[in-house]
């Protein structure tokens, strides 16, 4: 109340925008654990959808949390967003106010920007640092050895959450595609003694064997448009070699 001189928690900081969040979900592998991990509440409803076994719809604007309930430590959001409006001689406004308020919250930076509602030009720009300033009471925007941290956080600002969202480590893919090959593959029941397949049988004690697999068409190309496209003859219209 009353931090920053402004009343109540309409506004953009820290102490308005951070919130509590406690997820309990049945058979959860690190009960009572905890995470510092960037999280937000638009992050609650495709969780939900996640742990029930459903798809969120694709217009959700949030992550599915379950990853982190599965592993508290992995790495996670780069950035969280918020916004909120003000009148231009008030910090109380009626309807969307005469300015729009884009926050982006970083491990260690607050960043806003104050966009004029009717144009989009950028009135004000705030930037906390919360190493040195975790009450967010100087804005360092200004500053000239900030602007290299200015120019990078309304980038992130500007290319919004997907772009701010976990990493993914690309994983190096080798696909295999053989012919024939049903009954000689020695570790999944092949001819025993009559040929070897050390490679291959390598590669199923590091995977998973598949003991009931089958093809979307006892045919070279349309088996091999399945796996490549994942659709079916019936879509593809690929029904033979020729």
């Not at 931090?3 to 928690?9: M, S």
């Not at 030009?121 to 190493?131: G, I, K, M, P, S």
Request: aromatic content about 8%.
């Amino acid at each position: 109340l009353g931090e920053q001189g402004l009343w109540t928690k309409a506004n953009n900081y820290e102490l308005s925008t951070r919130v509590p969040l406690i997820l309990s979900v049945p058979g959860q592998a690190h009960a009572g654990a905890t995470t510092d991990a960037l999280v937000e509440f638009v992050d609650v409803y495709p969780t939900l959808a996640d742990v029930c076994g459903l798809d969120a719809p694709a217009a959700v604007e949030g992550i599915s949390l379950k990853p982190l309930l599965d592993d508290p430590d992995r790495p996670w959001k780069q950035a969280v967003f918020s916004q909120y409006p003000r009148a231009r001689k008030d910090n109380r406004h009626r309807g969307h106010g005469d300015f729009m308020g884009y926050a982006v919250r970083t491990e260690r930076y607050r960043y806003v920007e104050w966009r004029e509602w009717g144009t989009g030009r950028v009135a004000a720009r705030e930037l906390y640092d919360h190493e040195r300033d975790p009450n967010e009471m100087h804005n360092a925007a200004a500053e000239p050895g900030q602007s290299a941290i200015v120019r990078h956080l309304a980038g992130v600002l500007e290319a919004g959450w997907k772009a701010a969202g976990p990493e993914r480590p690309r994983p190096n893919v080798l696909f295999l595609a053989l012919d024939d090959m049903k009954d000689w593959v020695r570790c999944l029941g092949g001819y025993e003694g009559t040929v070897h397949t050390p490679n291959i049988d390598r590669l199923g004690k590091r995977g998973m064997l598949f003991t009931n697999a089958h093809c979307a068409s006892p045919k070279c190309a349309p088996s091999r448009a399945a796996i490549m496209t994942g659709l079916r003859p019936s879509t593809t219209g690929l029904y033979d070699n020729g």
